[in-house]
């Protein structure tokens, strides 16, 4: 079991029907735990996510609620732990297309509020506001296929022709100027 905050995951590697069996105890023992501690669990807010290449999604796992009622927990394809999408294959598609999301709205925000700007203020404004959303956890979802890596990569580009000083220049000499890296290089160089 995995404990953040108020966060906790059961967790069983499931290779037989034993394992399954075996994770249900463990879902079994939760409830007579919260009462013992006096917390509360809230059952709708308790999911399934089984992750791998074949997933038997068969088998159904079972909650008491707080009526002493057992409840069947949904299945999920996606959830979101701390901030990231994890789905079923671990690709991590959902996650990318929320944070270029993200980044391309942050961009409009500095785009409309932000008319004339030095570099160095661009710089600063990108670092905080729309970078930083490409860069959380990076290390757990960073992108390997090159289709993605483009896409991440397709927002930094936009970013720096937001700078009418450097609008037609090439890539490359956009992020010499700013004194940045591309964002492939920083997520090769972190991990």
């Known amino acids: 079991m995995y404990i953040f905050a ?34 509360s669990l809230n059952s709708n807010k ?20 707080k009526n002493q009622q057992t409840v069947p927990l949904a299945r999920l394809e996606k959830i979101k732990d701390i901030g990231v999408y994890f789905d079923a294959k671990l690709d991590f598609r959902d996650h990318m297309h929320e944070k270029i ?50 896409a991440l990569e397709k927002v930094q580009k936009r970013t720096t022709k937001l700078i009418p000083v450097l609008k037609n220049l090439p890539y490359k000499n956009r992020l010499k100027a700013c004194n940045m890296s591309t964002l492939h290089y920083r997520q090769v160089e972190e991990i």
């Open 6 to 39: 108020d966060d906790a995951k059961l967790y069983r590697h499931i290779e037989h029907p034993e394992d399954q069996k075996f994770l249900q105890l463990a879902i079994n023992a939760l409830h007579p735990w919260t009462e013992k501690w006096l917390l």
């Open 46 to 65: 308790c999911h399934v996510v089984s992750y791998g290449r074949s997933i038997d999604t068969s088998t159904v796992y079972t909650i008491m609620d």
């Open 101 to 150: 999301n993200k980044a391309y709205m942050m961009l409009g925000l500095i785009n409309r509020n932000f008319k004339h700007m030095s570099i160095p203020t661009f710089v600063a404004l990108y670092k905080s506001m729309v970078r930083s959303h490409l860069d959380y956890f990076c290390p757990v979802w960073s992108p390997y296929r090159k289709g993605d890596i483009e």
